[in-house]
């Protein structure tokens, strides 16, 4: 007897069996990978807050230079706008350092155009303080007060997210930048200083401020060890007199307008403490030449530190072929400051209340 289309029947069986216990595995593992992969859910990012730019017409994409003026102050801001508007963008404020020009702190960070690729505005100021630029940034500077009503006056111009303002700067930017995070705590989200944070004695912000701090052990104008490096020693006077910062340094060590003599970590740990922040940090390798020490905070105030081991007084990831080296030290590569400083930004935006 020929039994073929039994032999047949079986096997289509088999194969239906089997299909369906292939599926039933596959579906199981793509339900594991996805459970593996999801990680847990996300907190939900606060609602943005429109400024009154956002009632005026959408402004044109690029870099433009605006005229400033206060009743205290005169000068200017270089404004970038990337091209993807339609909603309130983010404002990152990039500070110039003393002696430094705004357009060379633009082309020394990179920021302006790290923004225009990433959806967020860069407003790059200077202020007419002198013949030398800098930064009256102490309690109740005239230059804190000049960047207050420039933002302003961004919100009034641009729409922009109010809860998403931020502030970074090198050197002497970067301590007007810290200033700005004790002074204007409720307009500003959040803060990175490069080769400068300072923690002031009178500092007492609104609110707790998040920090993510950069500086190089071997900086010879900010010392990593604490006060002016022997290079910054040779600079001009930061109060505008015809003295030499050393001279200035001698007369007056505790002048508001020089910078803290207490170590880099310690001024960091300092802002940890301010913002509520354990005592123990922990400290990681991120690359072979770089550091980053962390503190057990609050989500809303974080307090972060990168040392580079060698470097200099410079912008990490900054293009080398704009910084004189030789003067400021090397430029590392290993990291990005403005990746760093954007994702950091990026997570913390202002918690609120925001003022009317």
């Not at 847990?40 to 943005?48: D, L, M, Q, V």
């Not at 983010?90 to 923004?115: E, K, M, N, R, T």
């Not at 991120?286 to 020490?293: G, K, L, N, Q, S």
């Given at each position: ?59 044109e994409a ?39 020009p ?37 309690r109740g ?29 090198l ?13 204007l ?7 990175a ?37 022997p ?28 910078p ?15 913002n509520g ?8 390798q ?16 974080s ?20 910084v004189?080296?030789?003067?400021t ?9 403005n ?18």
């Amino acid at each position: 007897m020929n039994d073929a289309p039994s032999r047949l029947r079986k096997i289509r069986g088999a194969t239906r069996v089997l299909g369906a216990l292939a599926a039933a595995v596959v579906a199981v593992l793509l339900s594991t990978h996805a459970v593996a992969t999801a990680g847990p859910a996300a907190t939900a990012s606060p609602a943005a807050v429109p400024s009154a730019g956002c009632a005026a017409s959408q402004v044109e994409a690029g870099r433009t230079m605006h005229l400033f003026r206060t009743d205290a102050r005169s000068g200017r801001y270089i404004q970038d706008v990337p091209a993807a508007q339609g909603i309130p963008m983010p404002v990152v404020f990039d500070i110039h350092g003393y002696l430094q020009p705004g357009l060379l702190q633009s082309q020394w960070s990179g920021i302006a155009g790290f923004g225009l690729r990433h959806g967020f505005v860069t407003i790059t100021p200077d202020a007419d303080a002198g013949l030398l630029p800098r930064w009256e940034y102490g309690r109740g500077g005239a230059d804190i007060a000049y960047l207050s009503a420039m933002l302003t006056q961004v919100e009034q111009t641009l729409c922009v997210d109010r809860r998403r303002i931020y502030m970074t700067g090198l050197s002497m930017g970067a301590f007007t930048t810290s200033s700005v995070a004790c002074q204007l705590a409720d307009r500003f989200a959040a803060v990175a200083p490069v080769a400068g944070i300072q923690d002031f004695p009178w500092c007492e912000p609104a609110r707790r401020v998040p920090v993510v701090a950069f500086h190089g052990t071997g900086d010879q104008f900010l010392s990593y060890t604490g006060g002016v490096g022997p290079v910054g020693e040779l600079l001009p006077a930061t109060d505008g007199s015809s003295r030499l910062m050393f001279q200035q340094r001698a007369e007056n060590p505790a002048a508001d307008n020089l910078p803290s003599t207490a170590p880099i970590p310690a001024q960091t740990a300092a802002w940890a403490a301010r913002n509520g922040c354990g005592p123990e940090p922990a400290t990681e390798q991120v690359t072979a030449d770089v550091t980053r020490t962390t503190y057990p905070c609050d989500p809303d105030a974080s307090v972060e530190l990168y040392t580079v081991h060698g470097g200099g007084h410079t912008w990490p990831g900054g293009d080398p072929t704009l910084v004189p080296v030789a003067i400021t030290g090397p430029v590392t590569h290993t990291i990005e400051a403005n990746r760093i400083i954007w994702e950091f930004f990026r997570d913390h935006p202002h918690p609120g209340p925001i003022p009317s």
